[in-house]
């Protein structure tokens, strides 16, 4: 076992605190000594993470919005100064003469013409201080001030509001927020709260340290927020709970199986994590670390990272601090399998750059801070021809679940900049957002199959258990070898993968939308020959995307309720403002799939804004599909904006081959349906 933490000695003593028993331990000068320097961010008890005092009371390991969250308003803005904006004109992604800006006058591929990379003034909150928009651009060259919030107001009537005299706080305070559209988290350190008036400052994230870092996606559309705090002595007042005080070095803990009495903890295991890596391999792309293996270890009890400065590593929605339990940077032919990884603070395997051939075969992540693998590369801008990056990565046979305990924008498997790479056979579950995702194209190449999936999104919103973005063509020699710019992609294939989708569970907030969520300019993907529960697909701009084979059941059954909300089993998000030029070759095909809906009036596909004029530059190939509708071909009806019904579109030669079916299969035919196209085995 290789641990990240210390084991405490320590003599407990039953004291009342808050109007409480609660048992108490003085941690000897020596331990004190080998604390991180912001003394005990965490706390194990054999084996188990206990629970920083907090309000509202809640266990993340349990407990998922809205349990443990408070409402309250934001208040005003951290003055940070402006990011020097510079737009560089991607290969590829340029402007049609005359177009304009590329909403109303390029189209879809070109909508993402532009990298948008600044420094200084906010970027200085990020690690190297650098920020990459996660959107197109409206204006050339500009100053571009990305909002962070200075604090918040606890709402009058809520019990925060009266408890915040008998807050005294530390340097060590954090507020726990998910942000404006629910895409992931921020953490926040407290720096002074008003009881009179409810305001809670946070610290400047750049001068004082302040957060805010964790997710990049700008502020400064909602007015209110949800949120709790940590690391508050006043609120030590449940079981599982602990406080650590620094100027006693008094650690305080209400047992949660037992009375706050010494001999409930009589033989128990108190550890406390001290660092964030256990093992670092450092090489370089001309002198790897070559050949090491690593099998049958458990890697366990690192230090939570979320206090540190992240970095943005490309241009989809992610930052991300840039650590893990096992950390990789310059290795070739890497094996890590049949390990153990859990109670992570942060990332629990981290691959960093240039990385080849690296093999993670048959390992448990479980009960992780933040993601289970993520694998990160480095461009110089869009300019990747360097090869700095993980490639040829297997990750294969895995068992990924419970994650994302502190981080929301956190996923089983995550790349940006990283090609060529395996995802096959892993089962994952119970996690906040994806469980795996693209953050960008670059050089293409991946294969995603057989992989078990669901029970993702329970805490964020506008996604799916696989995500993909790609707002930037970048310069890679793993590309498609005919493109000779080098940006063209090599194709992604995503297949006979097995989905079921969380939805909001009634929340009405979070929960999946999609099962394979093709996001913001994705290109070059296959999805053929998967399995998909509750759920369909989602295409938003892009090109080049072909879905052919696979079986969608009941995205209609209502358990996405959430704003961002879809229940067709598919949805194509590309109207004819985005495709101006039907001779553009988009390489968008819908064919041979089997769409069943659960109720009648439920439309089983969706495009943007289509109506009879612009067919040829809006809808996909679309042929031979079986759609399963309980309100029979009435249904069929390709919304938003206008209603085209499949006789219209079967007269423009689309839908060749399709045909509709009133009586759903009953659940053994589903079954058997599911086992074919999964190819499992006596199907």
Not at 139 to 166: F, I
Not at 425 to 436: F, L, S
Not at 646 to 675: C, N, W, Y
Request: proline share 5%; aromatic share 12%; net charge negative.
């Amino acid at each position: 076992m290789l641990s990240g933490g210390m084991e405490l000695q320590l003599q407990w003593e039953t004291v009342q605190l808050n109007g409480m028993k609660v048992l108490a331990a003085k941690l000897s000068a020596e331990a004190v000594k080998q604390l991180p320097e912001n003394g005990v961010r965490s706390l194990l008890v054999d084996g188990r993470r206990q629970v920083r005092a907090r309000w509202p009371n809640a266990n993340p390991e349990k407990d998922f919005f809205p349990v443990g969250y408070a409402t309250g308003a934001w208040g005003g803005w951290a003055d940070l100064g402006n990011i020097s904006q510079l737009n560089l004109t991607t290969p590829m992604r340029t402007k049609d003469a005359g177009g304009g800006n590329a909403i109303g006058g390029g189209n879809a591929q070109e909508a993402f013409d532009t990298y948008l990379y600044g420094s200084g003034g906010a970027a200085n909150m990020w690690t190297p201080p650098l920020w990459s928009n996660n959107s197109f651009s409206f204006n050339d060259n500009q100053d571009y001030t990305h909002k962070q919030y200075a604090g918040l107001v606890v709402q009058p009537g809520t019990g925060g509001r009266s408890r915040m005299h008998e807050w005294e706080l530390d340097d060590d305070v954090w507020v726990h927020t998910l942000n404006d559209g629910f895409w992931g988290n921020w953490m926040f350190r407290v720096k002074g709260v008003n009881a009179q008036n409810g305001a809670m400052d946070f610290a400047n994230p750049i001068t004082e340290h302040g957060g805010g870092w964790q997710d990049q996606a700008g502020a400064g559309w909602q007015s209110h927020c949800v949120w709790f705090i940590e690391g508050v002595k006043a609120e030590l007042d449940s079981p599982g709970e602990w406080f650590y005080d620094k100027r006693s070095a008094t650690l305080f803990f209400i047992p949660e199986d037992g009375p706050a009495e010494p001999s409930t903890m009589a033989g128990r295991k108190v550890v406390v994590p001290r660092l964030e890596s256990v093992i670092r391999l450092a090489g370089s792309p001309s002198a790897p670390v070559q050949g090491v293996t690593f099998r049958g270890l458990s890697m366990q009890d690192t230090l939570p990272t979320f206090t540190n400065r992240y970095t943005i590593p490309g241009p989809g929605d992610w930052s991300i601090y840039p650590s893990g339990a096992l950390y990789l940077q310059g290795t070739l032919q890497v094996v890590v399998e049949h390990c153990v990884f859990s109670n992570t603070g942060g990332n629990a395997l981290y691959l960093s750059q240039f990385n080849r051939n690296t093999t993670i075969f048959e390992n448990e992540f479980f009960r992780l801070g933040d993601s289970a693998i993520a694998s990160v590369g480095y461009a110089d801008f869009t300019d990747a021809t360097e090869g700095d990056f993980p490639h040829f990565t297997t990750v294969e046979r895995n068992h990924i679940h419970d994650i994302g305990i502190y981080g929301k924008q956190t996923s089983g498997y995550f790349q940006t900049l990283s090609a060529h790479n395996t995802i096959r056979d892993n089962v994952m579950y119970n996690g906040p957002r994806a469980a795996i995702n693209f953050n960008d194209g670059l050089g293409g190449g991946n294969m995603v199959e057989h992989n078990l999936l669901f029970n993702m999104v329970r805490e964020t919103n506008d996604h799916g258990a696989f995500n993909s973005w790609d707002r930037v063509p970048f310069s890679t020699h793993m590309g498609d070898p005919g493109d000779p710019q080098k940006v063209k992609p090599a194709w992604n294939y995503i297949h006979r993968n097995f989905i079921i989708n969380y939805g909001s569970a009634g929340l009405g907030t979070t929960g999946g939308v999609w099962n394979l969520d093709h996001d913001d300019g994705s290109a070059y993907y296959e999805d053929a020959f998967n399995f998909l529960v509750y759920a369909g697909t989602k295409n938003y701009l892009g090109d080049n995307k072909r879905m052919v084979g696979n079986i969608i059941i009941h995205p209609d059954a209502g358990l996405s309720i959430t704003p961002f909300c879809h229940h067709e089993c598919s949805s194509w998000f590309a109207g004819d403002e985005w495709r101006p030029n039907p001779q553009k070759p988009w390489g968008e095909v819908w064919a041979n799939n089997t769409c069943v809906m659960m109720h009648a009036g439920s439309s089983p596909i969706r495009f943007n804004n289509v109506d009879q004029g612009p067919l040829l530059n809006t809808v996909p190939s679309l042929h031979t599909n079986k759609y399963y509708l309980n309100g029979g071909e009435h249904d069929y009806v390709a919304n938003q904006g206008s209603n085209v019904s499949l006789d219209v579109l079967q007269s423009h030669g689309f839908e060749a081959g399709s045909v509709v079916l009133p009586k759903p299969p009953g659940v053994a035919a589903i079954i058997t349906m599911g086992r074919s196209v999964l190819k499992m085995r006596g199907s």
